[in-house]
Structure formats: C-alpha cells, structure tokens
C-alpha cells in the first residue's frame, strides 16, 4: 500500500518568495502532522489536523507559515515571505486517528533559501 | 525549552557490539515513549514504543529500559549490525495529546 508522499522532494527557492508544500497522507488516516527537522537537530512539531481542523498549531514559528488540509486528506504547509533560517526539510507524517497512534512519516521536502 | 533530551550525538560500534541510546525527559505528563529510526534520505519509522507501565520492552534485538522514577529510558542495539546505522530518535507524548517530542538525535554507525 502506499505510504504518506510528499512534493516536492527538494525545493530552492531565493529569499522572500513563497513556497508551499504538499502532503498526501496514507488513506484513511484521519490525522496529519507537519515538522521541520533542521540540520543535526531533532524533529520540531509545527502544526496537526484532525480532518480539517487543526486544533493545535502551537509549532509554528510565525505568521509567515500556514497549514490547510482539505477533504480529511491533502495538505499544504505555506511558507509566506521565506528565510535563510526557513532552510530545512520539513516532514508530514498521518495516523489512523488520535491519542499515541503511530504517526507514519513521508519521505520530506528539503527546503533550501537562499 | 528540550524536554527530552538525547545522548550521546553519535556512536560508533563493531558489528556484533551492543549500542545503548539513552533519553532524559522532564514533562512527567508524558506516558508515551516511541524510538524512531531514519536512514538517510528517508522519513523516520517508528522503532519500538513503550508507555510507563512496563520497565522494559524487547522486539527482536531492540530493546527499550525504562526508569519513570529518574525519568530515563534508554534503546539498546543487541548484535548491531551494520545495516543498524541511521539515526535514532527518542519521543515522548502525553495521554490525549498528539505531537510528539523528540530528541536531538544519535548517529549510529556500526562498523564490520
């Protein structure tokens, strides 16, 4: 079966542009989550949806960055406005619902500004 | 704020040798901890998973310690072989909640 994909898989961008990405979860899962891993660090949660409500977006680091989900399935994380320190790559993983279920993470898009 | 936090950095092991990670975690709300491994270029794949009910947690040759009341939980690598080298990331997530907390991360490479 497929796993969670993710597009596009690099991406270089100058600074001050916009960008978005994109995330196809697994089907079925009802629950989505973005993180950013930077370089030699660990993973750092930006935001989660439950269907299309995001009910926690605590990780995001500004208003320049914004999620929606659409359907109960794709997912687009938009980076307004981009920085040098936006470079990273930035992971989706989906999980069959809530509460510890095991998050199963795509491939990542590598984000780098220049 | 790390609230979990992960050592060491990286670690190199001979093949048959056993690679210990070990984790530190402060919020005692947790009671979730997944280990997640990631080869380069991939996502990280849940490992093994273990919650505080249980001191330890053994799948094939991986195994999870945990200790709630120093509030520590270690991997351990038994027979490590060189296709066990990647990264390695401790979590940690509380009841009802969904994001998980991860640590910085450990570079095994296992040596033959």
């Known amino acids: 079966g497929a796993g969670v994909s993710q597009s596009p898989s690099n991406k270089v961008t100058e600074k001050g542009k916009d960008v978005e990405l994109r995330c196809d979860p697994i089907?079925?899962?009802?629950?989505l989550y973005w993180y950013r891993q930077s370089l030699g660090q660990g993973l750092e949660f930006l935001i989660y949806?439950?269907?299309?409500?995001?009910?926690?977006k605590s990780g995001l680091p500004s208003d320049r960055f914004s999620a929606e989900r659409t359907g109960g399935s794709v997912s687009t994380l938009t980076i307004q406005r981009t920085q040098q320190e936006d470079s990273a790559v930035y992971l989706c993983?989906?999980?069959?619902?809530?509460?510890?279920?095991?998050?199963?993470f795509g491939p990542g898009t590598r984000l780098l500004v220049l | 704020q790390q609230q979990v936090k992960q050592s060491p950095q990286s670690l190199i092991v001979q093949k048959g040798g056993i690679s210990i990670i070990n984790c530190a975690y402060e919020?005692?709300?947790?009671?979730?901890f997944p280990w997640y491994q990631q080869f380069p270029g991939k996502g990280p794949a849940l490992l093994i998973a273990?919650?505080?009910?249980?001191s330890e947690k053994k799948e094939g040759r991986f195994t999870i310690s945990f200790n709630k009341s120093a509030k520590q939980f270690s991997l351990h690598i038994m027979d490590s072989q060189p296709g066990d080298s990647a990264t390695y990331f401790c979590?940690?997530?509380?009841?009802?909640?969904?994001?998980?907390?991860f640590g910085a991360g450990t570079i095994l490479r296992v040596k033959s």
């Open positions: 949806f439950q269907g299309n409500s995001a009910p926690d």
């Open positions: 979590a940690a997530n509380r009841e009802y909640g969904n994001k998980l907390v």
């Open positions: 089907s079925g899962h009802t629950a």
């Open positions: 993983a989906s999980s069959l619902g809530l509460n510890q279920e095991t998050q199963y």
């Open positions: 273990i919650r505080p009910d249980v």
């Open positions: 919020n005692t709300a947790f009671d979730y």
